[in-house]
């Protein structure tokens, strides 16, 4: 694990306008190959979380759906959709930084107890927090 | 629920070649707006899954991520990532055929509890468990 990773992740994620501000990243050999942020509101998609879309950009990239050898760096808990997804594409080791005790795929859900991805959380939560908060404390 | 969409469903999955045949369709007022196959050995996105692409083609179509008075019929349980971005989406009802008892959104993970999305399973069970059973005994 690289805190540095979880860093620029939560800096791309500041730069986030309309959508709620969540930044994720993909790492394999100590690079990053992939990095997106949510866009839900600014492209309209559903499926356009931070995590769905840097897993696309990966697949891409590698020219295959499983990405073994690769972590991911996420600033909020992933959703049930994207939790899946990550243990779909066999990710190696998922850090988040916030919990989401409401909907999140591991606190919540409990869906990665059969999965070969290995799940740490609270990875710079202050700074992750601080994020969220500001956000929302905005949008009252 | 009208049982001609999931026929055609089963039509389209039954061309479905590689991948595990499954298709999705959604409906608005009584027509399809959007069809999609499994694709994701074809593509190599991980999340190429029938119900992500019609939620794409049809998130696009209507220029909202809010599928609001939309059903979907698809051909298999959906999956907990395909699952989670159906109720998201706020699709009003979801019909599908075969269960899935070992990854299920519903039957395995309960995730529609707290959902505005209506499930009905079961619909042309037989015909949808029998594409399946062929593409499976093939691959043997």
Redesign the interface.
Known sequence: MNKDFMQRALEEAKKVIIDVPICAIIVKDGEIISLAVNE??KT?????HAE?LT??IA??KL?????NDCDMYVTLEP???????IQ??RIKNLYFGSYDHNYG?IST?N?FKNSSTKVFGGILEKECDEILKNYFDKLR
Chains 1, 2 share one sequence.
């Open positions: 839900r509101e309209g998609f559903v499926t356009s769905i897993l696309n697949n891409k020219n295959n759906w499983r990405l959703c049930p959709m994207c939790g899946w997804a779909n594409a795929a859900y869906l």
